[in-house]
């Protein structure tokens, strides 16, 4: 540390760009702004703009792992990091930090689908096999079990009435139009739990069916976007039954001849919300499948920047941002449709990723740097599960010294000052620190009392205090429509200026900031109808972790899967009645009961079985991002 005193945070920060207006700052400080603090702001705004711009251009195919814009992306973060004379932070004396993940499917041989006896049906023009569907070959009568929906409390089961146990279910796509405000369905195009692809799946198999087809009666006949493509429903929770989807047009003319509509009895369910399930005599299915994974390479990009003061240098501060989105929409996308088509991300995350460059070259030029370190760190694969935060984690030697932990994802659409920020109370005095930065630049703060799910998840669960800032969902969301030109720009520097602040508290305090296990909910009120959708367990699944059941990261304090014993590491694998084999089998379970229920729950701990008891409770009003 230099013997000069050392100023205050905010105006070493206003020294290299802060945004407020002489005026403000010399109600704050006494001081006004030397003529460089302005243009330096201009700089900021332009710099945000030219970054989130080439993020999300064209050229860059939608960031996804395996495209060629990803290596782009990577190249382009890492000669910014060199240009501010930061240090490398990766592998060998490098930026990069490595790593591979699987990125898709691909169908081998032998596939095939036949429909009664006659010829087999032609893949990718007739049935395409589904991204979560077990590879295997299975031969069974076709049980028609209408949306394939179990919806217990609400009195709906498709599968009530029918045997499916060994045969192949034929299910519809999406659910039933809700027909009054009880009912759990949801109108298009947002939909329920119960129409995802893999619930209806799960529901198969926990009924015991060993095969699912699906037909898509909604789609208008637009043959294009009829058929999903395989990746598009890939699922990293594991495997399910052996799954495709075939073209309505085809199992129309098989189920004609047995004098069957599907349609009407698609219409006869929607017009009451009533199932319509029926066995079909005589006609079989024989489904075979065989899927290989596709695995890629990827690489986090880091980079450092000493700390000044040697008693606290040997600490650092994480401030990170993921690069990554969806390329080409294949996996992850809102519209199934836009498939094939560039999903440039720039809010979700060209504008974090902007603000992190932003950032460090703002901290990088500081004529007194930060008391401890400052790691800098663009993360691959976030969303194909938090992979690139949680190879960081398990692989950096830093982690051990990380006191707090800056994450940045979909910053870039502020509105009236609006902002959240969540894992405020994941650390001592962390909530004072935000608040007070916030209201001196003028914002309106919402504090979660979620952690939230983005890369900052993966250091919470290292029991490092977090925090991430959000400014909201919006329609453009995963899909091809999240384009630069709506970005806030101005509202990014701002959001920089913020966290620039805030990091910098954090990192010239003397005392570290201290963890704090984030406390289970205030119970809310449970819905009149006592369904399940808010019943709440308490539990951090390890995003990206193996399939097999559900590890968990670790249980929120006083929950009830802490009260009941659950730990860090175990591996969910059933739940009351309900084998668990990935997230959305626990989540179904969770929805399958009421606050109030006593359940068990079988884990399995250093491999052994052991068996516990929940009494589940409501959760309150939770805030996250997909």
Do not use: C
Request: hydrophobic letters at 40%; aromatic letters at 6%.
């Amino acid at each position: 540390m230099t013997t000069k005193s050392r100023a205050p945070f905010y105006l070493r920060t206003l020294l290299v760009g802060l945004t407020l207006a002489g005026t403000v700052a010399t109600a704050l400080t006494g001081w006004t702004p030397e003529p460089r603090a302005q243009v330096s702001a201009a700089r900021v705004a332009h710099d945000l703009a030219q970054h989130a711009k080439y993020l999300a251009s064209e050229e860059l195919t939608g960031r996804g792992v395996g495209t060629p814009g990803i290596d782009l992306a990577r190249d382009y973060i890492a000669a910014e990091f060199a240009k501010y004379g930061l240090r490398p932070g990766g592998e060998n004396g490098g930026y990069l930090q490595s790593f591979d993940v699987a990125v898709g499917l691909a169908v081998k041989e032998p596939s095939n689908l036949r429909l009664g006896t006659e010829a087999p049906l032609i893949i990718n023009e007739d049935w395409v096999p589904l991204g979560f569907s077990a590879s295997d070959k299975v031969a069974a009568e076709l049980v028609f079990a209408g949306y394939g929906i179990t919806a217990k409390d609400y009195g709906y089961d498709d599968y009530e009435g029918i045997d499916v146990k060994g045969k192949v279910v034929l299910v519809l796509r999406y659910e039933p139009p809700p027909k009054d405000a009880s009912s759990p369905f949801k109108k298009f195009p947002q939909y329920s739990i119960h129409s995802a692809l893999r619930a209806k799946a799960n529901n198969a198999r926990d009924h015991g069916a060993i095969g699912m087809i699906l037909v898509d009666l909604h789609d208008g006949g637009r043959d294009k976007a009829e058929l999903l493509s395989t990746s598009s429903s890939l699922w990293r929770g594991g495997r399910s039954l052996v799954a495709a989807q075939v073209k309505r047009d085809i199992v129309e003319q098989r189920l004609a001849k047995r004098g069957v509509s599907l349609a009407a009895l698609r219409e006869k369910i929607d017009r009451a919300e009533t199932p319509a399930s029926m066995s079909l005599p005589g006609l079989t299915a024989e489904i075979e499948i065989s899927l290989a994974e596709l695995r890629r390479g990827t690489e986090n990009v880091v980079a450092v920047l000493p700390g000044s003061e040697p008693s606290l240098r040997r600490e650092n501060v994480v401030i990170g941002a993921h690069y990554d989105h969806l390329g080409f929409g294949h996996y992850g996308a809102r519209d199934s449709r836009a498939a094939g088509t560039i999903h440039p991300g720039a809010d979700d995350n060209a504008s974090g990723t902007a603000v992190l460059l932003d950032l460090a070259r703002r901290l990088a030029e500081l004529p007194v740097k930060p008391a401890r370190t400052i790691v800098f760190a663009a993360f691959s694969a976030e969303e194909l599960g938090l992979y690139g935060s949680r190879h960081f984690v398990d692989n950096a030697e830093s982690v051990a010294s990380t006191r707090a932990m800056i994450n940045l994802d979909m910053v870039g659409r502020l509105r009236d000052n609006r902002l959240t920020v969540f894992g405020t109370r994941s650390g001592n005095n962390l909530s004072q620190i935000v608040t007070a930065r916030a209201r001196e630049l003028g914002f309106e703060l919402t504090e979660s009392d979620d952690v939230g799910r983005s890369d900052h998840l993966s250091f919470y669960n290292k029991k490092i205090p977090v925090l991430h800032f959000f400014t909201g969902i919006h329609e453009d969301y995963h899909r091809p429509t999240d384009t630069p030109e709506k970005l806030n720009i101005e509202g990014m520097a701002r959001v920089s200026d913020l966290v620039m602040a805030t990091g910098l508290s954090i990192a010239d305090a003397k005392t570290p900031i201290g963890f704090v296990s984030l406390p289970s909910r205030r119970p809310a009120e449970p819905r009149a109808d006592g369904r399940g959708l808010n019943t709440y367990l308490g539990s951090i699944p390890a995003y990206g972790a193996a399939a097999g059941g559900v590890e968990l990261a670790g249980v929120s304090d006083g929950s009830p899967a802490a009260l009941a014993g659950l730990r860090s590491g175990d591996v969910i694998v059933r739940f009351a009645d309900r084998k668990i084999q990935n997230i959305e089998d626990l989540t179904a379970a969770l929805q399958a009961q009421k606050p109030g229920d006593e359940v068990a729950i079988v884990v399995l701990r250093a491999g052994s079985p052991l068996t516990f008891k929940a009494i589940l409770r409501a959760r309150g009003p939770a805030f996250g991002r997909g």
